[in-house]
Structure formats: C-alpha cells, structure tokens
C-alpha cells in the first residue's frame, strides 16, 4: 500500500562567531583542553548579567534573508526552562514568541520547502562519562556558544529530498560565512519528525551526517509502515540513529507536550530593527549558491556536472574565476592567440580532478596568474599532460612560475618533428612485427609504437607527433 510520508526538519547551527553569544569568552566549542573559555556568565554564577552578541544576531538575519525570510521588527529572547547537568543556568535562553526571521522557503529541484522559522539560543556545555569510574564529568567551552535552529513546514515527502535540503542549507551558511557547519564537527545537526498518512509523528534527533540524514528517515518510513500494515500503532516519540546498526531505536516516549514554562528573558532588552538596518545586512551577502550557478551556466561553456561542483567547492569555484579573468586579460592584451572557451574548459577540468589532490581549504602557494599560464603552456603543447602535472605540483609546493618550473625541470615537450625523427627512425627498425600488426589494421600496435618512441625520448616527446611520424614513416 502506497502511504504518504511527511517530514519536518529541525536543524541547529553553530555560528562561527569571535566569542560566545552572551559574554566575551571566545567561541571554541572543538577546544580540547576543557574549562578553559568559561566566565560568571557562562557558568551561571549568581549576579551576573548577559549581553547579547551583535554578530551571532547579524548572522541569523543574514540567513533569514537568503531563504526568502520575514525578518521581525520586534523580536526578544525568552528562557527555556529545564534542568540538565550541561545547562548551569537551569534554563536555556531561546527564543519563542518572536524569533528573528518567520515564514521563509527554499527550493530544492524546483519544489519550495516553506521555513517557519529562524531563530537564536545558546549552545549547552558537555557531559563527559568515559573519564572517570565514579562521576560524570562537565566541560563548559561550548556552553553560551551562539546556536541558529531553522523549523521547516512538514513540506519535505522522501528522504533524499530531506538530505538535498540539508545539504543545500549547509552550502548557503558557508557561502554566507556564517558557520563551517561541518556535520562531523558537530557544527550542524538536524533532527527530522516523520509521519505517515498525517499519523502520529516520531522525531529523531541528532543526525550528523548526510547519509544518516537519508538513511535514518527512509528506515523509518519502512519502520513506521510496517507497523501501520500489522495494524498496530505508532508510539509519539523520540528515536535516536545507530550508525552501526543503521536502525533507530527509541530514546524517550513523549506522554505530554513538555512545558518549559516560557518567558521573556528579563535580563536583555527586546530587540528592534529598522528598515534600513535589514536592507543593509542584505546587501551585505555576496552571491549565493543558487546565484552562481546560474550566472556560471550563463558565462561558461562548460558541462553542468562541472558547474555543480565549482559551486559546491566554493574556494575551487572563485580559483576558478580568477584564472578565467587572468586568461581574459591576456587575450585582450594579444599576449595568447587561442579558443577562450576550451581554455576555460581545460583550468575547470585541471582545477576540480588535481587541485583536491593537494588542497581542500586554505593557504597554497599557486596563483591564479601562474596556474593560467599553465593552463595555456599545456593547451599549446609546450608541456605535456604528465608533464603539466608535475609543473603542477612544484607550483603548489614552491608557488614558482611554471615556465621557471618546466626550464629548470627540463619538461618542455619536444613538438619539433626534424628532432623526433631519429627516435622515430630507430624504433621502426627494431619493432617489424609491431609495424606488420598496424599495416593488418591494429590500432594498438600504433599505440605501442608511440610508447616506445616516447620511451626514446625519454617522456619528452609531443605523443600527437609521434603518431603523425610513426604513420607517415610507415608509409
Ligand atoms: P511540536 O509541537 O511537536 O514540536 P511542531 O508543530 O512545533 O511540533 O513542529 C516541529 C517539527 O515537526 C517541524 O519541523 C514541523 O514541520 C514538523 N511536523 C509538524 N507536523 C508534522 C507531521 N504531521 N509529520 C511530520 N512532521 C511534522
Ligand atoms: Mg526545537
Ligand atoms: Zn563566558
């Protein structure tokens, strides 16, 4: 039987904001050594008093703007009581009646998933069980760091479009800066609430990676189907996700709505924003995702897979741009004569299938200016592909120019067909039964040859030269 599934999502972010949202300790919530960014404020000590944190605040609007939000006029934080070891306070500030951004989308293949609401709190400390026999231990560095938590509609119906959707936001806070939210950091998670037939909902918490994303909620879909079929019920609760055992399992049986007896925070003023305050916070964001995808697919001869994945890798993707302005200048001032497409199309190439081999993020010392070089010494045969590769990877160590490189290297591929002749010549004589296996029509034995030759050459040989003499020798 064919059954309807319905899903929410519920995803926190850590802002990767100088320091903590409600005092001036420094925001790192991976510090190993425990204890040591903790203050009256954040450990909750009696008479002290918070302040808000402006850029935790900015951040949020920031990302209300880029999924289409309503950003509130008036919005204020509330305290969100429970008791838990890693919480000092005995409550949590959050926010509830007014949080910053209301009723926003995103669309992911097309289709607009509705956004409640984006809104701010405050992270919790750690509990540490494994470090001693008799207690439980606490670290507080992560206590007070800012946390974003986004509410989607229950508008998302499969599991793959949960992960996209995800994996979509995900892109959006790194293009803003606003976070690395690196699900294995724990800088990202996301909680899903899944029902079937408009049932009873169960919520599953924690989820911290794409693929658990997916493969938590397709199991239970099937889980939640299977009881469906038997005619049984489904229990209103909270399941957690077994990686190992790639299963769910039940954590807590949620009897009634928890009541966590809300209020204004007292100790912070309400929060209000202008107009212009909000215009300016959004002319702030440079392009997002969805945005340089379509300008690259304006701008760029090149396939759409390779679109996609100089926009998923954004330090790729803007390496990438600058080599194609480098290009650009050097065509216009008449310093290369060629195709600009095919160049362009070859950096995209070398720049997604070589440059992970060496970097994912940060500092290296190739330039743009020098990388399109390369991109059209390889283009006009000056080098080879291995030998391009190799220039690559000095000009990642030393960031040296690459004519510098293939000089001081020797790389530079012979083309000049007057000096290929004499390697070509010996290895006609000493390969006849190669050169019988080509005249029959074998297409390998031509290729067997060029080797040789290019053997001869010790690799420095143009292979397309060799080629065009190999046959016209044989001729
Ligand atoms: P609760 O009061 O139980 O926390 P909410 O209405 O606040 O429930 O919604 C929490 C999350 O659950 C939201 O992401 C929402 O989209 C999702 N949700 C609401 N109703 C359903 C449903 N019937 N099936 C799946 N998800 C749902
Ligand atoms: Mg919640
Ligand atoms: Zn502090």
Known sequence: MKRQSTIGLEIHVELKTRTKMFCDCLSE???KEPNINICPVCTAQPGSLPVINKEA???VIKVGLAVNCRIAEKSWFERKNYFYPDLP???QISQYEAPLC???YLEIDGKKIRIRRVHLEEDTGKLLHDQDDKYSLVDFNRAGVPLMELVTEPDVTSAVEARKFSQELQLIFKYLGISDADMEKGQMRVEANISLDMGTKVEIKNLNSFRSVERAIDYEIDRQKEILESKGQIAHETRGWNDNKQQTFSQRVKEEAEDYRYFPEPDLPPLTFSAEEIEKLGNAISELP????????????IPDLTIENLVIFKNLGDFFERTVSELKAWLKSGKIKTDLDKLIKLSANYILTEFPKYIYEGETKITPENFA??????FIGEISSSGAQEVLREMFLSGKDPSQIIE???LKQVSNEEELEIAVETIIKNNPQAIEDYKKGKETALQFLVGQAMRESKSKANPQILAK???KLIK
């Open 29 to 31: 919530p991976l510090k």
């Open 57 to 59: 605040i900015e951040s």
């Open 89 to 91: 306070k005995g409550y």
């Open 102 to 104: 209301r009723d926003g």
């Open 290 to 301: 969805n945005a340089r995808k379509e300008r690259f697919k304006r701008e760029y001869k």
């Open 373 to 378: 070089e390369l991109i059209y010494l390889t």
């Open 408 to 410: 001081s290297k020797n």
């Open 469 to 471: 003499l190999i046959k």
